[in-house]
Nanobody, 121 residues
Framework: QVQLVESGGGLVQAGGSLKLSCVVS????????MRWYRQAPGKQRELVAS???????NYADSVKGRFTISRDNVKNTVYLQMDSLRPDDTGHYYC???????????????WGQGTQVTVAS
């Protein structure tokens, strides 16, 4: 009914850059906040960055100054520009979005299946 599909992951050398994209489709009335998460084996899931509908952003301390989250409300897409990548940025990255499917319905967060980011040392 609602789908989130990430793309843009891959293998990159330390110090390099990647840009992730996440497209939201399906039965949507409005989209609220959008987020990027990451998780590596043996580590807790981490909220990397979030952006609300007016464009205000928040970042985890570990990525502040290196990553930039943005959104295109016409394309229902959220992006994560990742610069100065380090090996400890390696993980599975996935997006989330608060979505209401009809007028006056509650916002519910949906997630995609993610894309792998590997940073070589």
């Amino acid at each position: 009914q609602v789908q989130l599909v990430e793309s843009g992951g891959g293998l990159v050398q330390a110090g390099g850059s990647l840009k992730l994209s996440c497209v939201v489709s399906g039965s949507i009335y409005t989209i609220g906040a959008m987020r990027w998460y990451r998780q590596a084996p043996g580590k807790q899931r981490e909220l990397v960055a979030s952006i609300i509908s007016d464009g205000a952003t928040n970042y985890a301390d570990s990525v502040k100054g290196r990553f930039t989250i943005s959104r295109d409300n016409v394309k229902n897409t959220v992006y994560l520009q990742m610069d100065s990548l380090r090996p400890d940025d390696t993980g599975h990255y996935y997006c989330g979005a608060d979505i209401s499917i009809r007028r006056y319905s509650a916002y519910i967060e949906h997630w995609g299946q993610g894309t792998q980011v590997t940073v070589a040392s």
